[in-house]
């Protein structure tokens, strides 16, 4: 503590090496939580949100006020500039590590849906499947609401049985009923979603 008192504001290497890192580290901070905050809106856990969103702001106000203050260096806005990148890409990345809510999966397969259907109706996952007309005739839709936790074990079993099935998978923020005989993704607690982001890190 001593030695972050001691250093000298106005010295060249605080100017032009601490200063730039510092923001650069303050803006990956700000835009993390900005991309959660914003996964949290979307997944309507409103406390956490509101809390993240408190923590942007205030961390993003003491970043832009030392740009403001050092505006002949322009090392703060490069520090900035990357800062505000890469914390885009960590965001994405905690947020795709948590695995939070539910996916719409809509499936058009390239053959026979017997197998696939059975196979994941087996594996206790909800499959609807929907008559189509294709630009080759009539094929079949499925759809399935999946938690974003067993997503990849989905799509494994998908590609296993129908390997060049077109697919699309889309954010669902509410799911009133569960016909599967899976668990239902239940809104987390703020302390399950830390206890979340600790395992990732």
Known sequence: METLLSINTDSEIFRWAILPVLIFLARITDQSIGTLRLMFVAKGIRNLAT??????????????SQIFQHLDNPMTYIAYA???AMGNYIGIFLESKMSIGNVMVRIVPKKDTTELLNFLRSENFAVTSVDGEGYLGPVKVLFSVVS???????????NRYNPNAFYTIEDVKTVKQSVSGRREEKKKSVKEIM???KKVK
């Open 82 to 84: 990357g800062g505000y």
């Open 195 to 197: 206890a979340g982001i």
């Open 148 to 158: 974003r936790k067993e997503l990849k074990h989905f799509i494994e079993i998908v």
């Open 51 to 64: 809390a993240l969103g408190f923590l942007e702001s205030l961390i993003w106000l003491l970043a832009v």
